[in-house]
């Protein structure tokens, strides 16, 4: 390794602090309690983060920020464009782009009422078959290049299928049009897509949201293939589920998982579930080369911190997948001396 | 009667501009280290230092520079992990010193091989419009691959998708031949290597055909792309004449097998990072790439950042620390 010890010729400066809770609940409410405090102090929201090493490790402090009105979003682990209902939307979008994607095909045909695989393979492979009017004699759909008024003769040609599956074909005859923009696409499939998302899903309402969020990130673009390329390379980090809101005057905190802060900075940084078996996760220490890559990884988060640095554990989580309880702190801070790191507990 | 010969100008005119009449206060900006980071631009460069010593800001400065000297901004390439990350440096150095730092070429990895490859489809026997699989539609795609050549209903249990997946990828990424990956973390398949890689052969026909790229593809056709077609090579390093990644460190095989050969015409390439805050080779990321990046570029400076600008010392001291109790 090239590592050097890392200095400062900065002075001053408080101990890091390692924070014990007696369970998950009390370390969330430190967390805000602190959180709060340190907003009275002058640092404001957007200066903090609380990181953490697996997305799902802080769903009950986002209830309680939740509770105390404080604004946070969320980055890393779980994405938006991997929920169903967007993926659905986006297969839709894509068959229009890419008139050969046949995942998107069969995504699409499996959501029409009465059509099972075997109908969905017999309707793809017709439309495998299908020419470009007046492209080259041999030349399948899409080469090329695709032009868009070839395509738009292309979406021409569906039209002997049984009514269900034929609704779908006029709506993207309708829409493949090159006059009609991305949102306008978007929307218009939108409503046809709107009563399999009732049928579908008991939680409607709420995948509803983030397909109007969906909805409001196509207006941004101007033809379908960026707004394609965009989401599957660099997709919206958060589910609008996952999201509060940020206040009006854009305070927010940051949540995040520690692989998505990497090269930020705040003032006061929280790490919290410092618990072994959480961190390092159960699955990685039964390899010395994972456990190292768990230890890059709490040192990546401890240096984020420009001024407060605050590791919290709680004591007694079970962990279902071994059945057993979880009571100790990360091996990665454990036994460390008081002099580098301040012992506290919450009561 | 007298000869007057033209004298051979460097394209750039990059050596005209004199220090003094730089908009930007480089020196006093920067520590020394940084500094000949920022104003040594020809030659290949690593950036090696701990967290928070100013890498990302060197790279920052950089560009500005760059552009001070009249380097187009286009032929300016920037990579690094996120596309976020991408342009808040390009925003800081329009900060810094104007907009034209926002026109430098930059973005993630898989970004800036999807753009070249719309450009390029047809030389790799795919359309410009070729859409991308996810990983969970990539799998799907295997899974019906392997059903189709009957593997769900052999004898013999034969890999899941995920697995088959998560083989292939790692394949690619790490560049690790197929048996030693099974040797390593599938013994009890090693038998059906053969039959895996059928798999996979007809997983690359499938997606040609249908002009479908995974994640995966977008790096992998990129060097294909590069190594294949010299004149492409060319045009591509010619047009990208000062390459800069951050977060070397967890770059995979790959990407900097694509690097090099963007940066063979001129060698222009900065690459920082830190070793220490390697993250993702659970991925197939390896710090062998900056291991070995001075033997991959002889000449190169090596340039180590030692102060750390963010962090408090208490902070610093307990960093020091966790790496230090590494078994
Ligand atoms: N020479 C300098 N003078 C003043 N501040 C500096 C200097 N160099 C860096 N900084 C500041 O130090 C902080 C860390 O810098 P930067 O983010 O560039 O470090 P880094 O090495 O990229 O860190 P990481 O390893 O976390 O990615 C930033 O706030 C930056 O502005
Ligand atoms: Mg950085």
């Known amino acids: 390794m090239y590592y050097k010890e890392l200095y400062t010729h900065k002075s001053g400066g408080s101990l890091p602090q390692l924070v014990s809770a007696e369970n998950e609940n009390m370390q969330s409410r430190y967390v805000v309690q602190k959180v709060l405090a340190l907003r009275e102090e002058g640092v404001p929201l957007k200066e903090m983060a609380i990181l953490f090493r697996s997305s799902f490790l802080s769903f009950d402090l986002e209830i309680e920020l939740t509770k105390a009105n404080i604004p946070f979003m969320k980055f890393g682990g779980f994405k938006f464009i991997e929920t169903a209902h967007v993926k659905d939307m986006v297969a839709y979008l894509r068959v229009l782009e890419n008139p050969r994607d046949v995942v998107s095909w069969n995504r699409i045909l499996l959501?029409?009422?009465?059509?099972?695989?075997?109908?969905?393979?017999?309707?793809?492979?017709?439309?495998?078959?299908?020419?470009?009017?007046?492209?080259?004699?041999?030349?399948?759909?899409?080469?090329?290049?695709?032009?868009?008024?070839?395509?738009?003769?292309?979406?021409?040609?569906?039209?002997?299928?049984?009514?269900?599956?034929?609704?779908?074909?006029?709506?993207?005859?309708?829409?493949?049009?090159?006059?009609?923009?991305?949102?306008?696409?978007?929307?218009?499939?939108?409503?046809?897509?709107?009563?399999?998302?009732?049928?579908?899903?008991?939680?409607?309402?709420?995948?509803?949201?983030?397909?109007?969020?969906?909805?409001?990130?196509?207006?941004?673009?101007?033809?379908?293939?960026?707004?394609l390329t965009d989401l599957a390379l660099e997709p919206p980090n958060e589910s609008i589920v996952d999201v509060e809101s940020p206040g009006p005057e854009d305070e927010y905190l940051t949540l995040s998982t520690i692989h998505s802060a990497k090269g930020l900075e705040w003032h006061s940084v929280f790490v919290i579930y410092a618990l072994e078996g959480r961190f390092p996760t159960m699955r990685s220490v039964g390899s010395d080369e994972e456990v190292e890559e768990e230890r890059r990884l709490m040192y990546v988060a401890c240096?984020?911190?420009?001024?407060?640095?605050?590791?919290?554990?709680?004591?007694?989580?079970?962990?279902?997948?071994?059945?057993?309880?979880?009571?100790?702190?990360?091996?990665?801070?454990?036994?460390?001396?008081?002099?580098?790191?301040?012992?506290?507990?919450?009561? | 009667m007298k000869k007057f010969t033209l004298k051979q100008l460097p394209t750039d005119h990059l050596?005209?501009?004199?220090?003094?009449?730089?908009?930007?206060?480089?020196?006093?900006?920067?520590?020394?280290?940084?500094?000949?980071?920022?104003?040594?631009?020809?030659?290949?460069?690593?950036?090696?230092?701990?967290?928070?010593?100013?890498?990302?800001?060197?790279?920052?400065?950089?560009?500005?520079?760059?552009?001070?000297?009249g380097v187009k901004p286009s032929s300016v390439l920037l990579l690094t992990f996120t596309r976020k990350a991408a342009f808040e440096m390009m925003r800081r150095a329009s900060i810094l010193l104007d907009s034209r730092c926002e026109q430098i070429s930059g973005g993630t990895f898989h970004s800036f091989a999807n753009g070249i490859l719309r450009k390029y489809a047809g030389q790799l026997g795919y359309d410009a419009n070729f859409t991308i699989l996810d990983q969970t539609d990539a799998?799907?795609?295997?899974?019906?691959?392997?059903?189709?050549?009957?593997?769900?209903?052999?004898?013999?249990?034969?890999?899941?998708?995920?697995?088959?997946?998560?083989?292939?990828?790692?394949?690619?990424?790490?560049?690790?031949?197929?048996?030693?990956?099974?040797?390593?973390?599938?013994?009890n398949y090693l038998e059906q290597e053969a039959d895996i890689q059928a798999v996979h052969t007809a997983y690359v026909q499938y997606k040609?055909?249908?002009?479908?790229?995974?994640?995966?593809?977008?790096?992998?056709?990129?060097?294909?792309?590069?190594?294949?077609?010299?004149?492409?090579?060319?045009?591509?390093?010619?047009?990208?004449?000062?390459?800069?990644?951050?977060?070397?460190?967890?770059?995979?095989?790959?990407?900097?097998?694509?690097?090099?050969?963007?940066?063979?015409?001129?060698?222009?390439?900065?690459?920082?990072?830190?070793?220490?805050?390697?993250?993702?080779?659970?991925r197939g990321s390896t710090i062998r790439n900056i291991m070995e990046f001075p033997q991959e570029f002889a000449d190169c400076k090596i340039v180590k950042l030692e102060e750390n600008f963010r962090s408090t010392q208490p902070i610093l001291n307990l960093a020091n620390e966790i790496l230090k109790r590494s078994v």
């Not at chain 1, 006059?179 to 579908?200: D, F, G």
């Not at chain 2, 697995?163 to 013994?187: F, G, I, M, Q, V």
């Not at chain 2, 790959?254 to 063979?264: D, I």
């Open chain 1, 111 to 227: 959501l029409i009422d009465g059509v099972g695989p075997r109908t969905a393979e017999k309707v793809i492979d017709d439309i495998l078959k299908k020419r470009v009017r007046g492209a080259e004699p041999d030349g399948l759909v899409g080469e090329g290049a695709g032009s868009s008024t070839d395509l738009s003769r292309y979406w021409m040609q569906f039209n002997d299928y049984s009514d269900n599956v034929q609704k779908l074909f006029d709506v993207l005859k309708h829409v493949a049009k090159p006059s009609v923009a991305p949102a306008e696409k978007t929307y218009q499939i939108l409503q046809y897509y709107e009563p399999m998302l009732k049928t579908r899903y008991d939680d409607h309402q709420k995948r509803r949201k983030d397909l109007e969020m969906f909805q409001n990130i196509t207006e941004r673009y101007q033809d379908v293939g960026s707004l």
């Open chain 1, 303 to 347: 240096t984020r911190a420009k001024e407060n640095l605050i590791i919290t554990y709680p004591m007694n989580i079970y962990d279902r997948e071994s059945g057993m309880i979880l009571t100790k702190p990360s091996r990665f801070i454990q036994g460390i001396g008081e002099h580098l790191l301040e012992p506290w507990v919450v009561e």
């Open chain 2, 15 to 69: 050596h005209l501009v004199q220090p003094q009449h730089l908009k930007i206060d480089y020196k006093g900006e920067l520590n020394p280290a940084q500094y000949e980071a920022v104003t040594s631009v020809d030659g290949p460069h690593l950036i090696i230092a701990g967290a928070g010593t100013g890498k990302t800001r060197t790279i920052v400065f950089r560009v500005s520079y760059l552009i001070e000297l």
């Open chain 2, 139 to 187: 799998e799907d795609v295997i899974n019906l691959i392997r059903t189709r050549m009957k593997f769900d209903t052999k004898e013999r249990r034969f890999p899941r998708k995920e697995a088959l997946y998560d083989l292939y990828s790692r394949c690619l990424n790490t560049l690790t031949p197929l048996k030693e990956l099974l040797a390593l973390d599938y013994p």
């Open chain 2, 208 to 282: 040609k055909q249908h002009n479908l790229m995974d994640y995966d593809d977008l790096l992998v056709n990129m060097v294909l792309l590069l190594k294949q077609n010299e004149p492409v090579r060319a045009v591509l390093s010619d047009k990208y004449k000062y390459i800069m990644v951050d977060e070397y460190q967890d770059t995979n095989k790959v990407q900097a097998e694509v690097v090099k050969l963007l940066a063979f015409k001129h060698r222009n390439i900065m690459v920082v990072g830190d070793d220490a805050q390697c993250i993702y080779s659970f």
